[in-house]
C-alpha cells in the first residue's frame, strides 16, 4: 500500500511540475497571450493605416483636388495670378 500511495506521490508530482513548469505550462500559454495582444496591437494600427492609405488612393484615382494638394506641398505648384513666396531661416 505504501508502494502505491508513493507511486501516486510521484506521479502527482510528476503532473504538477508539467502543469506549471514544463514545455506546455500554464506559464508558457500567459507568454503566448502576452505575445497575441502585441500582435493584435500591431495588426489593429497596420489595417488603420491601410485603410488611410485605401482612402488616399481611392482619392488619388478619382478627384482632382488630392493631386492638386500634392502636387502644392510636394512639387511647389502655383496656379496663375498666385505669387510663390520662399521663407529663409
Same mark, same amino acid.
Given at each position: ?29 500567459? @507568454? *503566448? &497571450? #502576452? !505575445? ?10 497596420? /489595417? $488603420? %493605416?491601410? =485603410? @488611410? *492609405? &485605401? #482612402? !488616399?488612393?481611392?482619392d488619388l ?6 493631386? /492638386? $494638394? %500634392?502636387? =502644392? ?17
Open positions: 500500500m505504501k508502494l502505491l500511495f508513493g507511486f501516486l506521490v510521484v506521479m502527482f508530482l510528476t503532473f504538477q511540475f508539467q502543469l506549471w513548469l514544463g514545455e506546455d505550462s500554464v506559464r508558457a500559454l500567459n @507568454l *503566448l &497571450e #502576452i !505575445e497575441l495582444d502585441a500582435q493584435r496591437e500591431i495588426n489593429d494600427s497596420l /489595417e $488603420e %493605416r491601410n =485603410r @488611410l *492609405l &485605401e #482612402i !488616399e488612393v481611392i484615382k478619382t478627384g482632382t483636388e488630392a493631386i /492638386e $494638394e %500634392r502636387a =502644392r506641398s510636394e512639387l511647389g505648384m502655383i496656379e496663375e495670378g498666385e505669387k510663390y513666396y520662399l521663407l529663409i531661416d
